[in-house]
């Protein structure tokens, strides 16, 4: 009788939760009704996540899709919402800690997100996973990634390590096509491309295709043409990048996730046993 009367909790409770789902995206998808510079708009919940210290909020991935009246544009973004199952907001403050609910917030690192041409030292059985989203031009990722990644190589089976190419194309255009030659360099089976990439000195808003590569080359002693960074292999594994870092809500580098978590101090792994 108990462990039927807990089935049927459980069951409602899912229930429930659908409910409040279906309400916040058909009340996303309402507001954007009387935008005049909106043709469509669909709205669905990817994740639904704890929000730490405030049990009763949920703080809910939704994923826009739309297309835009003016040149028919296709427009997709992912922001974050917050309910409580009565009251939606996408904005919200804990007076207490003075701080955003958003920075309560940890999604989840997907195991399907460890993919194995991601990982770039280590064992993928390693006993801790950790993931690293970076720009090869960020200032702060070329003082701290060659670093923390130097550092865990030393332990095999201690740490598996994946690499997801992120670069800021608004702050560091001439990263995107650094990132795209590394990749073109990895896709032919030469090891340690990514640590040897932040050595590669270049403007970062340098837009020059033939100057960035000629450094690239230069410094990797490779001979990547132009037209290998948008071979089918290059673009596939950089949109993948890309859509694990959108998934994850990633909106700066470096960013690190510990065995799943997100690791605001990016130093756990030197404090793991």
């Known amino acids: ?102 920075d309560f917030v940890s999604i989840p690192f997907k195991d399907e997100f460890y993919k194995r ?11 801790h996973k950790v993931a690293i ?32 190419h992120f670069p800021l194309e608004t702050l560091h255009p001439a990263a995107v096509e650094l990132v795209q030659a590394a990749i073109a360099l990895e896709l032919k089976g030469r090891k340690n491309v990514v640590l040897d990439l932040y050595k590669v000195n270049i403007d970062p808003k340098e837009r020059s295709n033939k100057k960035i590569l000629a450094e690239f080359n230069r410094v990797m002693n490779s001979n990547i043409k132009s037209f290998e960074l948008l071979s089918k292999e290059v673009t596939k594994h950089f949109r993948s990048d890309l859509d694990v870092a959108s998934m994850m809500m990633v909106n700066g580098t470096p960013m690190v996730f510990f065995d799943g978590k997100l690791d605001k101090t990016k130093m756990k792994y030197k404090e793991a046993k």
């Open 117 to 127: 041409e991601n990982l770039i030292s280590g064992n993928a059985n390693a006993k």
């Open 133 to 164: 989203f970076s720009d090869p031009l960020c200032p702060f990722c070329r003082s701290y990634v060659p670093e923390a990644i130097n550092y865990m190589k030393k332990f095999p089976n201690k740490y598996a390590v994946y690499y997801y």
């Open 1 to 102: 009788m108990l462990k039927l009367l807990a089935i049927i909790l459980v069951v409602s409770s899912l229930v429930k939760a659908d409910d409040i789902k279906q309400k916040i995206e058909t009340f996303i998808e309402d507001s954007f009704d009387n935008n005049p510079n909106v043709k469509s708009m669909n709205v669905k919940i990817l994740s639904e996540n704890k929000v730490d210290g405030h049990e009763k909020w949920s703080a809910y991935i939704v994923e826009l899709d739309a297309i835009l009246k003016k040149d028919g544009r296709h427009v997709v973004q992912k922001m974050m919402w917050f309910s409580d199952g009565e009251v939606i907001t996408k904005e919200l403050f804990d007076l207490k800690r003075a701080k955003e609910m958003s």
